[in-house]
């Protein structure tokens, strides 16, 4: 049995802090796992300055609601669940993902959750667990599944590394300068072709 797992922000769906940073003109909303590779640091410094400039989590939700999946990663995504199991592992938080994942047809999905105050500002983060993208991958192959991951930054590296056959798609180049033992894809044909690959050389065809 085969397992394919997936993050979701700049795999399928946009970085949602970006796409935020560009909506309420700060800049430095713009740091992602790409840039600050600890992501409870990093979630620290994005909601200290949600509260210093005022923004609640309605703010980014309205963000959310007017993003799609990126071009073709439905159908990627469709057909990889037609013929595998698939899991989407990430590091956002279910307040985030509930207007993606309908528009990607409700894939399961583990990830994080906030705390928000009667006032609606974001008050912490609550980390399901620390690096739980490799811990799920590792759970996995205890219950005998051949793990195929697939990600595009820092925070993906692990569940890579403890996959059967780990791949990038579309990372940026220092990142593929960090860890040239992982393939790097550019198009979903081409992460397509790479897990299918992986999968007949697990199942031994």
């Known amino acids: 049995m085969q397992m394919i797992c997936l993050d979701l922000e700049g795999v399928l ?14 800049p430095e909303l713009a740091r992602t796992t ?22 609640r989590l ?3 939700q309205d963000v959310i609601a007017g993003m799609g999946p990126m071009a073709g990663a439905k159908d990627f995504l469709d057909d990889l669940r037609s013929r595998y199991q698939v899991l989407i592992l990430s590091d956002t938080f279910y307040e985030f993902a509930q207007p993606l994942m309908r ?5 399961t999905l583990l990830c994080h959750k906030l705390e928000v ?9 609550v980390l399901r667990m620390a690096d739980q993208k490799r811990h799920a991958v590792n759970a996995l192959r205890l219950l005998n599944f051949q793990v195929i991951a697939a990600g595009d930054s820092y925070n993906d590296t692990g569940m890579l590394m403890s996959a059967h056959a780990g791949f990038f798609i ?3 180049e220092s990142i593929v300068a960090q860890f040239p033992q992982f393939p790097v894809t ?3 044909p081409e992460l397509k072709t790479a897990i299918d690959t992986a999968a007949a050389r697990l199942r031994g065809g």
């Open 170 to 172: 579309h990372p940026p």
């Open 34 to 55: 790409r840039d600050e590779p600890d992501y409870d640091k990093l979630m620290r410094f994005r909601i200290d300055l949600l509260a210093k400039n005022k923004l």
């Open 13 to 26: 769906v946009p970085e949602i802090w970006i796409e935020f940073s560009k909506r309420s003109g700060i």
């Open 103 to 107: 528009q990607l047809g409700w894939p």
């Open 117 to 125: 105050d009667a006032q609606g500002f974001v008050t912490r983060h």
């Open 58 to 60: 309605a703010d980014i």
């Open 186 to 188: 550019r198009s979903y």
